[in-house]
């Protein structure tokens, strides 16, 4: 059973900076891919960022230049550099790997707060 573990959420102003951090239970290159969807309020789960095996990257548009992933396979952990933080960023974030198109592993969740 693959276990992902998600940790540096918390409260920031906007404006500000945040890195969230993904432990997988296993080597993160037996995925296609790894990343991260976000829940906010009155809204769908949307894709936030995704890293591939190969190294390409996918954001959503809402953040594209603000964050940034990164990965480090020496300790199976994902990242996720969250910078010029805005209310709307507000939700609660989940780290999820895949294998193909169709089969997904996620995370707990870590609450992200941006206030005005």
């Known amino acids: 059973q693959v276990q992902l573990t998600e940790s540096g959420g918390g409260s920031v102003q906007a404006g500000g900076s945040l890195t969230l951090s993904c432990a997988a239970s296993e080597n993160i290159f037996n995925f296609n891919a790894m990343g991260w969807f976000r829940q906010t309020p009155g809204k769908q789960r949307e894709l936030v960022a995704e890293?591939?095996?190969?190294?390409?990257?996918d954001y959503g548009d809402s953040v594209k230049g603000r964050f940034s992933i990164s990965r480090d396979g020496s300790i199976n952990t994902v990242y996720l550099q969250m910078s010029d933080l805005r209310p709307e960023d507000t939700g609660v974030y989940y780290c999820?790997?895949?294998?193909?198109?169709?089969?997904?592993?996620w995370g707990q969740g870590t609450q992200v707060t941006v206030s005005s």
């Open positions: 890293i591939n095996v190969g190294g390409r990257r």
């Open positions: 999820h790997s895949r294998i193909l198109s169709s089969r997904y592993y």
